[in-house]
């Protein structure tokens, strides 16, 4: 799941090197904190968070189809 | 293929920077070794080294893209067939293993992967847009989309009268161009802004110009009428309640 996450996030940023996810294991739910480069922050988020929905939605999809949760946080 | 020559000090810190710079993984990189440099000796015969890169075209870095995607999703396709039409790439992910998972609820997920995959080349200046289908979904959703527009249409045929629809969002009415295109003796065209943008459907034998004289007094009025349609909800109480409150009034 990770490795999806990082995979989707470095595609859209300019500065893959500064892509930096921390994985938080819950008893349900699985978080992950992505951080991004101060200048990217925009592109992860996207427009009205278009593409930060987007992101979650695939990341929501591909994680029910393993029977987890996941959510996706990103911090500025 | 386009290729770039680039020096730097050795083979491997160029190669490096190039995928960093391109954001593409290393091992994704074609390249020849032009020069492998040397470092000299003492700062002597000093020689930079130059590698040329090989620059994929746009298909096959949308389709290692998209081949890459698929396997982390954990979606095994046969294969990911791409086809450019002008600056349109339609891109078919054959025969997948779990082609619900992809598609989505009412092809939310497809929808989603294409939104993504559209940002991801959004600065590629050879390529405007990005369309995903699979097992044909695409195609079918549009033939039940045109289906009941397809009546409207050959009504134009016939009587030859130009018909204005009402205002769709842009997807619907690219299907709708997209259709009357395959059809020599239509033609469409775009009127109003941003929410009431509306196609005219109207025969290849009338002049645009005429077309839009014509339909332009119409337009003005039913866009007004189409507002009122689209909330019927929210505006319509509160004005039910102040005529009331006015009639209590008098």
Same mark, same amino acid.
């Given at each position: 799941m990770k490795d999806l996450l990082e995979f989707l996030v470095k595609a859209l940023v300019d500065d893959p090197s500064e892509v930096n996810i921390?994985?938080?294991t819950g008893d349900k739910v699985t978080l992950y904190e992505?951080?991004?480069?101060?200048?990217?922050?925009g592109k992860v988020i996207g427009k009205r968070g278009r593409t930060a929905n987007a992101i979650r939605t695939i990341i929501n999809a591909v994680s029910t189809k393993q029977g987890k949760r996941a959510e996706v946080e990103i911090i500025e | 293929m386009?290729?770039?020559?680039?020096?730097? @000090?050795? +083979?491997?810190?160029? *190669?490096? !920077?190039?995928?960093?710079?391109?954001?593409?993984?290393?091992? /994704?990189?074609?390249?020849?070794?032009?020069?492998?440099?040397t470092s000299g000796f003492l700062g002597f015969g000093r020689r930079p080294a130059t590698v040329r890169i090989i620059i994929e075209g746009i298909e096959k870095r949308i389709r290692?893209?998209?081949?890459?995607?698929?396997?982390?999703?954990?979606?095994?396709? @046969?294969? +990911?067939?791409?086809? *450019?039409? !002008?600056?349109?790439?339609?891109?078919?992910?054959?025969?997948? /293993?779990?082609?619900?998972?992809?598609?989505?609820?009412?092809?939310?997920m497809l929808e989603t992967l294409q939104f993504m995959v559209n940002r991801v080349f959004e600065h590629t200046r050879e390529i405007e847009r990005i369309?995903?289908?699979?097992?044909?979904?695409?195609?079918?959703?549009?033939?039940?989309?045109?289906?009941?527009?397809?009546p409207l249409i050959k009504q134009v045929k016939t009587s030859g009268k130009a018909l204005t629809l009402d205002p769709?969002?842009?997807?619907?009415?690219?299907?709708?161009?997209?259709?009357i295109e395959s059809d020599s003796s239509l033609r469409t065209l775009t009127v109003g802004e941003g929410e009431n943008k509306r196609i005219v459907i109207f025969s290849a034998k009338q002049n645009e110009k005429d077309v839009i004289k014509k339909i332009a007094p119409d337009t003005s009025q039913p866009k007004d009428r189409l507002n009122r349609k689209r909330r019927p909800g929210p505006p319509r109480k509160p004005a039910n309640k102040t005529s009331a409150a006015k009639k209590k009034d008098v």
């Open positions: 921390t994985e938080i992505l951080r991004v480069s101060k200048s990217d922050i | 386009k290729s770039v020559d680039i020096t730097g @000090s050795s +083979v491997s810190q160029i *190669i490096a !920077r190039y995928a960093r710079e391109n954001n593409c993984s290393i091992d /994704d990189l074609r390249y020849e070794v032009i020069d492998k440099g290692t893209y998209i081949e890459q995607l698929m396997q982390k999703l954990q979606v095994n396709c @046969s294969a +990911v067939k791409c086809t *450019i039409d !002008r600056k349109t790439v339609y891109v078919e992910i054959e025969h997948p /293993d779990d082609p619900g998972f992809l598609i989505g609820k009412n092809g939310s369309y995903l289908d699979t097992e044909n979904y695409r195609k079918r959703r549009e033939k039940t989309y045109l289906t009941p527009f397809i769709l969002p842009a997807p619907e009415r690219r299907i709708i161009h997209h259709y």
